[in-house]
C-alpha cells in the first residue's frame, strides 16, 4: 500500500458543512456511533443474506453472517467487522463519500419490486459519519460480494475529504476502525454495556472481543403463535428487570396507520406504592430492533407509566435525536395510537379476569386515576377501567362505574359517591343514612385523592357524580319529631348559640339515626376533602383558615326534640348541649381542630347529669 497508488477524493462545500452537523450536533449522544456502525453491519450481513437467496453468485459463499466488535486500549482503537455484502471502489465513493447518499435506501428500490420481507436498519444515509464525533481518522477496509472484485481501503479525517487506495486482499465484508480522540471507547466494558443497551435485539450474532454479547431475542417482531408463555415471561423479566412474572401482557402489530410492533407487560406489582416516589416511563422505543430511546417519554401518557416493554416502528428515523423525537408529530402518533390500544387491552384483562383485574388495580389503580384527572381526551375510557367497593359490592369486592350505572333504580339519576378511612365507616357515616332508606348505591371511596378525581371527572355515561354530603335527596317519611316551625325556631336558636362558628343551621330529610351533621357550605369542598386539605396543608405549615360549616339537624331525632323543649326552661343547658351536637358532627367528620373546649364542656354537661339524680358532691 504505498501512498502512490491513492486517490484523493474532496468533500464538496455543502458536504463539509453537512458533515459538521452530524458530528457537532444531530447527535446529543456520542456512543451511539456503535449503534450506527452495528447497524450498517446488520443491513450489511441482512443484504448478503437477500442475495444469497435470490441465487447470486457470491464471493466465499460460507463465511457465515456475523458482526464482531473489538477494543485496544492501548492502540486507542475499536474496530468493526462484518461478513456481510461488502463495497466497491464505486460503492465506497456513493456510499460513505456521499452524506445524504444513503446505499440502504438505493438497495431498498431495487428489492422493493421482489417483495422481500428484508428489514434494513439504515434509510437515511447519515449514520456512517457519526464515527467522526469519537474518531479523528476512520480506515474502511472492504471487499464486495462480488466475484472477481477487489478489496479497497477508505481513509478520512472526516474534514476535508478521503483517500482510496487498493487493499489487496481481503475476506468479503467490511472492516471499519476507528482511530478514537480518547479511551472512553476503546474500553470494552464501555462497549459492551452501549452493544447491550442499543443492539442487543440485531438478528445477527455480535461479538465483542471474542465473546457473543447480543443473547435476546426480539420476541416483538415474531408472530404471537411463535412465542411460547415461558419465551415472554423470560424476555419480561430481562427487559422488565423483575424476577416475578408480568400480570398482563400485550403483543400487537399493526401496519396502518402507522408500522408499530407492541410487546408490553403489567408488572405484578408498583414500586410507587413502596418507594413513594414517582416512577419513570419503561417502554423502550426501537427501530427495527435498534433501540433509539429508551424510557422513551411522550411514546405512552404519563399514567401509563407502569407499563414495561418494547415499541418498535419502522416509522422512525434511526438518526433522529433525543430532543427532537419528544415532541415529533410522529411521536404524538404513536402515542394516540398506543394510548387506544391499551385501553382496549385493560379492559379486555378485566372482562376476561375480574379478580386478576383487582389485584391489577390495586397495584396500578392509582396511575388510572391520575389519567381520569389529568388526561382529558381518554377520561371517559380511562373511568371505565376504575373500580371501588361500593354499598352493593361484598366487602373487598369491587365494581365498575359501568356496571354501577347499570344497578341504578329509574328514579336515581346521579352516581354518588362517599370518602372515609374504610368501608366500616363508610357505613356508619350520618351522609350514608338517606341511601341506605333509598336503596340507592354509593361508591365507597378510601384513598383520599379519590374525590378530587371525582371531582375533575363530573360525569360518567353522562349522570353527574355527587358526593353523598352533596346529594340533595330526602327521605318521604312521616315526621315523628318537631313540627316544621319548631324545627325552624330551634335553629335559628343553635345558630345564635354557635354565632360565628356555624354557617347555616337547617333541617334536614335525610337523616335517621343521627341527631345532625355538618355540611360544607361550598358546593365545590366536601367535609373529607377539607380533612384531606387540612392533613396536606398541615404537612407544609400552612395555617388553613377555620372552616365554617353548615349544621343539619334531624327534627325527629329524640334528643333534638328534647333540647327544642329545655330551651324554653334553661337557655344556658340548650346552648352547651347545641354546641355538643355541633361539634360531636364536626367529631364525626373529622374536622374538630381542638378538643379542648369541646371537653371542658362535655364534662360540666356530665356533672350536671349527674347532679339532677344523685346527692350532690361534697
Ligand atoms: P444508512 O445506513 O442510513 O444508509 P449510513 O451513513 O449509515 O447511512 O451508511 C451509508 C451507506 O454506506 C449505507 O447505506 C451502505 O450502503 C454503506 N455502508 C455503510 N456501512 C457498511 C457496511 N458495514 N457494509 C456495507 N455497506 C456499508
Ligand atoms: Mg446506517
Redesign the pocket.
Known sequence: MSTTTAEKHEFQAEIRQLLDIVIHSLYTDHEIFVR??I???A??SEKLKFLQTSGAEIFQPDAAPKISVSTDEQAKTIT?T?S????THG?LID??GTIA?????A?LEQIKAKQSDTHL?????????SAFMVAEKVTVF?RSHQPGEHGWIWTSDGRTGYEIEPAGELDR??K?VLHLRDTEFAQAQTVESIIKRYSNFVPFPIELNGVVVNTVQALWTKNKSEVSDADYEEFYKYIGHDTEAPLFRLHFNADAPLSIRTLVFVPGKNLELLTMSRGEPEVNLYCRKVLIQQRAKGLMPEWLRFLRGVVDSEDLP??ISRETMQDSALMRKLNEVLTKRVLKWLDEEAKADPEKYDRFFREHGHCLKEGVANDYTHREAIAKLLRFESSHTEAGKTTSLTDYVSRMPAEQTEIYYLLAPSREAAEASPYFEVFREKKFEVLFLTHPHDEFVMDHMRTFDSKRLIAAEKADLKLEKESTGLSEDDARALAEFIKESLAERVGEVRASKRLVGSPAVVIEGDSHITTSMRRVMKMMQQREGQELPASKPDLEINPDHAMIVRLEAIRKTDAALAKDVAEQVFDNALVAAGLLEDPRAMLQRLNGLLEKLLAKDGPAAG
Open positions: 450506527e456502525l447497524s450498517n453491519a443491513d450489511a468493526f462484518d456481510g455484502l461488502g463495497m460503492e456510499n460513505l447518499h444513503s446505499g440502504s435506501k438497495f436498519i439504515g434509510q437515511f444515509g447519515v449514520g456512517f459519519y472492504s465484508g467490511t471499519i434511526l438518526n
